[in-house]
C-alpha cells in the first residue's frame, strides 16, 4: 500500500462500505418480504394443522439428518419434495415402520407419532412442497 | 501479561479446548455413522450426534471468542478488565448451561427436551444449529450481554484502537444478530429468511470482524510491525467482508421460496466474498516477512500464517467453488457443502483461536514462548490437523461430485439412499482422515503438559540450541 493511503481512509471505506451495503440489506430484504414473498411461500396454504406440523418436525430434530429445501444434515433424503415424490400415505406409512432394523443401514428412529399428529405432519410437508423454489431440486430424488 | 485481570481468559481456553475434543469425538461418531449406518443406534441417532458435534464447535468458537476478547480488550484498552468477578462468574454460568445442554440432548428424547425446557412457550428448537432449548438460547443471550457489558466498560475508561474498536463491532454484531433465533414463523420462507440473519451474518459477516481483529493483535505482537500499519490492513479486510458479505447473503437464497434476482446479486457478491480471505492471508505473510523483531513462539506465528491460507483456502476457494447459482443449483444441500463446511470453520474459526491460544497461553502461564520441544510438538499438530481437514475436504468434495452425477446429473437419476451406496470409498477415507486429525488434537493437548526451559530468540539459532534438549 502506498504512503498516500492513510488508516483514515481505511477507515471511512469500512464505515461507508459496511452502512451502505448493510442500509441495500435490509432495503431488498424489505422488498423480499413485503412485495415477492406472498406470490412465492405458499402462504395461502398455512394453517393450524400445518403450524402443529412443523411443529412435530421441529421437535423432532428431523433437520439433524435430512434436508428440507437443501438445508440441513446431509444424512437422508431430501424432504421439500417428498410429498410430491411418495405421497401422502406412503410417507405415514413410512415413518411407522421406523426403525427398520436392518443390520449396517443407516436408521431412523420411531418417533411414536399419533395418526392425528402424522396427518399434521404430512400437511406441513404438503405446504413446504408448495413453495416456489426456483425449480429446484434438479429432479425428483431431491 | 500485561494486566493481571487478563488471566481471565485462561479458564475460557482450557474449556474451548475441551470442548473441541468432544465435538471432534461426536465427529468421528457420525463419521462411522455414515458408513455403518446403524452404529450405535438407538442410542445415539444421526440427528443427535450431528446436534452435539455442531453445537458444540459453535459453544466452543464462543469460549475462544470471550477468551480473546478478555485477554485482547484490557491489553489494547491498556487498563485492568472492568470485572474480572463478572468473567469468572460468567465463565462458569456458560460451561455449566452448555454442559447441561449437552447431557440433555445425549440423556432425553429431543421432544422431551423440548418439553421440559418450554419450547411451547415459545418454539424456537429444531432449526439447524439453533436447536438449544430456549433457556440455553436465553442463557447465551445473558452471557453475552455481561460479557459485551464488561468489555465496553473496560475500552470506556482506556485507550481505544481500531483494533479493539473492530472486535466489539463484531462481538456486538454477533449478540444482536443471535435474536433472530427468537423468530421462528410457522411460514418456511421466512424462517430460512430470517435463520440466515444469525447463521450466514455471523459467519461471514461479524466473525470476520472477530478473527481480523484476533489476527491483527497477533500479528502486532509476534511481528512488531506498526500498528498503523496492522490497523489499516484490518480495516480495508473488514471493509470487503462487509462490502461483499451482507449482499453475498443472498447465496442462501436461490431455491428456499426468495425471489430470483438474489440469483445475481447472490452469485455476484458472494463471488466477491474470497477477496478479504485472500487480504488476510497476504496481510498475515507480509507482515511476517516485514516483521521487526523475532518472537521466541514461533508456532503462534504459525498457526497465524496457517489461519490466513486455511481461511481463504476453506471459506474462500470452497466457498466459490459452489456459489454461483448454475452450479449451486446442482451443488445445493450435498457433501460439497459439507466439505466447504468443514474446511471452512477450521481454516478461519477453529485456527484464528488456536492462534490467539498459542500466543497467550505461554504469556498467561508466565513465560514469552513454550519451551521448544512443546513448540515442536505444537507444530507437528498443526500439520496433522490441517492436512487431515485438506483430506477430509477432498474426499468429501469427491463423494459431492459423485452424489452430483448420480443423483442429480443423469438422465436416470438414482435415489439418495442408492447413490449414499456409491459413495462409501470417499466415506472410508474421509473417516481415515477424521482419525488424522484426532491424533493432531491429541498431540496438541499433549503439548501443553510439555514443559522445559522456555524458547527464546537465541534458542532458535542452529548455534545456541539450549533450548532443543530441554
Redesign the interface.
Known amino acids: 500500500?502506498s504512503s498516500g493511503?492513510?488508516?483514515g481512509m481505511?477507515?471511512n471505506?469500512?464505515y461507508g462500505?459496511?452502512m451502505f451495503?448493510?442500509l441495500?440489506?435490509v432495503g431488498?430484504?424489505v422488498?423480499?418480504?413485503v412485495n415477492?414473498?406472498p406470490d412465492?411461500?405458499?402462504?395461502a396454504a398455512?394453517n393450524d394443522q400445518?403450524?402443529r406440523g412443523?411443529?412435530i418436525?421441529?421437535?423432532?430434530?428431523?433437520?439433524?439428518?435430512h434436508?428440507?429445501?437443501?438445508?440441513?444434515?446431509?444424512?437422508?433424503?431430501?424432504l421439500g419434495n417428498v410429498y410430491a415424490r411418495r405421497g401422502p400415505e406412503f410417507i405415514k406409512m413410512w415413518i411407522k415402520m421406523q426403525?427398520t432394523?436392518?443390520?449396517?443401514?443407516?436408521?431412523?428412529?420411531n418417533?411414536h407419532l399419533t395418526d392425528e399428529e402424522l396427518d399434521d405432519l404430512v400437511a406441513f410437508l404438503k405446504?413446504?412442497n408448495g413453495?416456489?423454489?426456483?425449480n429446484?431440486?434438479?429432479?425428483?430424488?431431491? | 501479561m500485561k494486566y493481571q485481570s487478563q488471566s481471565v481468559s485462561k479458564p475460557y481456553f482450557i474449556a474451548a479446548i475441551g470442548l473441541f475434543f468432544g465435538q471432534i469425538i461426536f465427529g468421528l461418531i457420525m463419521g462411522l455413522q455414515y458408513i455403518i449406518g446403524d452404529f450405535l443406534f438407538p442410542e445415539i441417532p444421526f440427528n443427535i450426534a450431528r446436534m452435539v458435534h455442531t453445537n458444540l464447535l459453535i459453544v466452543w468458537l464462543l469460549f475462544g471468542f470471550m477468551g480473546a476478547g478478555y485477554y485482547l480488550i484490557p491489553e489494547e484498552s491498556e487498563r485492568e478488565l472492568h470485572s474480572p468477578k463478572l468473567a469468572i462468574a460468567l465463565f462458569w454460568i456458560f460451561l455449566i448451561a452448555g454442559a447441561l445442554t449437552i447431557v440433555g440432548y445425549l440423556s432425553l428424547p429431543y421432544a422431551r427436551l423440548a418439553e421440559l425446557t418450554g419450547n411451547n412457550l415459545l418454539s424456537t428448537m429444531g432449526r439447524e444449529f439453533l436447536e438449544q432449548p430456549l433457556i440455553t438460547k436465553v442463557g447465551i443471550v445473558i452471557v453475552a450481554l455481561g460479557f459485551l457489558y464488561n468489555l465496553s466498560m473496560t475500552i470506556l475508561g482506556g485507550r481505544k484502537t481500531s483494533i479493539s474498536l473492530v472486535m466489539m463491532i463484531g462481538l456486538w454484531g454477533l449478540a444482536i444478530f443471535f435474536l433472530f433465533s427468537f423468530y421462528n414463523p410457522t411460514n418456511i420462507v421466512l424462517d430460512k429468511y430470517f435463520w440466515w440473519w444469525v447463521v450466514h451474518l455471523w459467519v461471514e459477516g461479524v466473525w470476520e470482524l472477530i478473527m481480523g481483529a484476533m489476527l491483527a493483535f497477533v500479528l502486532i505482537k509476534v511481528t512488531g510491525v506498526d500498528r498503523e500499519v496492522i490497523e489499516k490492513w484490518l480495516y480495508l479486510i473488514v471493509a470487503f467482508t462487509l462490502i461483499t458479505g451482507l449482499i453475498g447473503t443472498g447465496h442462501h437464497y436461490f431455491w428456499i421460496g426468495a425471489p430470483e434476482y438474489w440469483q445475481t446479486l447472490g452469485s455476484v457478491f458472494s463471488a466477491m466474498e474470497p477477496i478479504p480471505f485472500f487480504m488476510m492471508t497476504i496481510f498475515a505473510f507480509n507482515m511476517v516477512n516485514r516483521r521487526r523483531r523475532e518472537h521466541p513462539n514461533r508456532v503462534a506465528t504459525l498457526w497465524a500464517m496457517g489461519t490466513g491460507v486455511m481461511a481463504f483456502l476453506g471459506a474462500g476457494v470452497w466457498g466459490f467453488l459452489h456459489t454461483l447459482s448454475p452450479v449451486n443449483y446442482y451443488t445445493h444441500g450435498t457433501q460439497v457443502t459439507a466439505a466447504h463446511g468443514h474446511m471452512a470453520f477450521y481454516g478461519a474459526y477453529a485456527m484464528v483461536v488456536m492462534t490467539m491460544i498459542s500466543y497467550t497461553m505461554p504469556l498467561m502461564r508466565g513465560r514469552e514462548a513454550n519451551s521448544n520441544l512443546s513448540q515442536v510438538v505444537e507444530m507437528w499438530s498443526f500439520w496433522l490437523m490441517t492436512i487431515a481437514m485438506v483430506f477430509i475436504t477432498l474426499f468429501l468434495t469427491g463423494a459431492g461430485i459423485l452424489q452430483i452425477w448420480l443423483q442429480r446429473v443423469s438422465e436416470t437419476p438414482m435415489s439418495f439412499m442408492a447413490t449414499q451406496d456409491q459413495l462409501m470409498i470417499f466415506y472410508w477415507l474421509r473417516l481415515a482422515s477424521g482419525l488424522m486429525f484426532l491424533a493432531g488434537l491429541l498431540l496438541y493437548i499433549a503439548s501443553f503438559f510439555i514443559n522445559g526451559e522456555p524458547a527464546t530468540v537465541e534458542s532458535r539459532n542452529p548455534v545456541g540450541a539450549r533450548g532443543a534438549a530441554a
Not at chain 1, 434436508?67 to 431430501?78: I, S
Open positions: 500500500m493511503f492513510t488508516k481505511a477507515r471505506i469500512f462500505g459496511a451495503f448493510f441495500l440489506f431488498l430484504s422488498d423480499t418480504v415477492r414473498l412465492r411461500d405458499n402462504r398455512i400445518v403450524a412443523k411443529e418436525w421441529e421437535v423432532n430434530n428431523c433437520i439433524g439428518c434436508t428440507l429445501l437443501g438445508e440441513g444434515a446431509y444424512f437422508a433424503p431430501e426403525p432394523g436392518t443390520p449396517g443401514r443407516r436408521q431412523m428412529p418417533f405446504y413446504v413453495v416456489d423454489t426456483a429446484w431440486p434438479p429432479n425428483i430424488e431431491g
